[in-house]
């Protein structure tokens, strides 16, 4: 059975940090990319950032290009998105996904596994 446990979201005030993780179980988690994708009520759900089977290729939103970084650690079959400098407007629920494929893209539509969710809430 493949699991994505997403961790790490909560309340801080603008201009702090949090960092995501997500942890993978349940399939090979080493050839697969990785992305993170946010929502909020009555919006569709939108790519934040990206990440190749390796690590050797990211890409962001231009929303958070500069402020947010994903990484991943395939030893322990985590996925992270470090979020500093938070806005208001990253206030979402943040899922991370798995694409099977290699390379990371931006579809939501490709991913095949997601997460539950984690609530990030960012004061003013």
């Known amino acids: 059975q493949v699991q994505l446990v997403e961790s790490g979201g909560g309340l801080v005030q603008a201009g702090g940090s949090l960092r995501l993780s997500c942890a993978v179980s349940?399939?090979?988690?080493?050839?697969?990319?990785m992305g993170w994708f946010r929502q909020t009520p009555g919006k569709e759900r939108e790519f934040v950032a990206n990440?190749?089977?390796?690590?050797?290729?990211?890409y962001y939103a231009d929303s958070v290009k500069g402020r947010f970084t994903i990484s991943r650690d395939n030893a322990k079959n985590t996925v992270a998105l470090q979020m500093n400098s938070l806005k208001p407007e990253d206030t979402a629920v943040y899922y991370c996904?798995?694409?099977?494929?290699?390379?990371?893209?931006?579809?939501?539509?490709?991913?095949?596994?997601w997460g539950q969710g984690t609530q990030v809430t960012v004061s003013s």
């Open positions: 990440i190749n089977w390796n690590g050797g290729r990211t």
């Open positions: 996904a798995l694409d099977r494929r290699v390379q990371a893209t931006m579809n939501r539509e490709a991913y095949d596994y």
């Open positions: 349940g399939l090979a988690f080493s050839t697969a990319a």
